[in-house]
């Protein structure tokens, strides 16, 4: 079924762009209609609200181009990263080449991410290129995941117990896993 936006969903999605955190009464008395035809409407767009973290909150943006050995490899990739609470962004040119974006909320996972970390370490890999951007301009807000289950070992696989840098401290693990030290999950794990 094709969706076509009109006039109010494009002011509400802008809007919602411009700040993610609006209220839906607000949203209302700038679109100019009530907050429940803006909870109609909200309900109706291909859009997927989320919880959005502020630019500031980031600390560095890793950039990872690869290139595969096999383009049947992107699968095996997509299921072993999709759990990934920091990886943003994952595109494929459609044949072996790969695009991975992935956010830094400690300076130390930077270097972690772009040195260790499985997306540059993947055995599938032919070539990988790491970009360290340390500054986000544009958007304001990005989505985050913020890990709903907590596991022994990373959803790609790797092991923050065993990994020198975690137990040098250098590195505050994977935000998914129950011994993760970093400011991305403050609740407390039975």
Known sequence: ????????DIMIISALQQDGRMSIRDLGKIVGIS?????KRLRKLPIKITALFSKDFIKGIVLVIGRLRSSSNIENILERFYKCPRMIM????????YIAMMIAEEESVIDCISLDCAIKMI???????VYILDR??????????????????????????????????????????????????SFKVR
């Open 1 to 8: 079924m094709e969706f076509k936006l009109d006039n109010i």
């Open 35 to 39: 907050h429940t035809a803006i909870r």
């Open 90 to 97: 994952f595109a494929s040119s459609g044949s072996r080449t």
């Open 123 to 129: 055995p599938e890999a032919e070539k990988v290129e």
């Open 136 to 185: 986000l301009y544009i958007p304001d807000y990005l989505y985050l995941k913020i890990p709903l289950e907590v596991y022994d070992v990373a959803p790609c696989g790797r092991d923050c117990l065993k990994c020198r840098r975690f137990r040098e401290g250098t590195c505050p693990g994977c935000p998914a896993v129950r011994h993760y030290r970093g400011c991305l999950r």
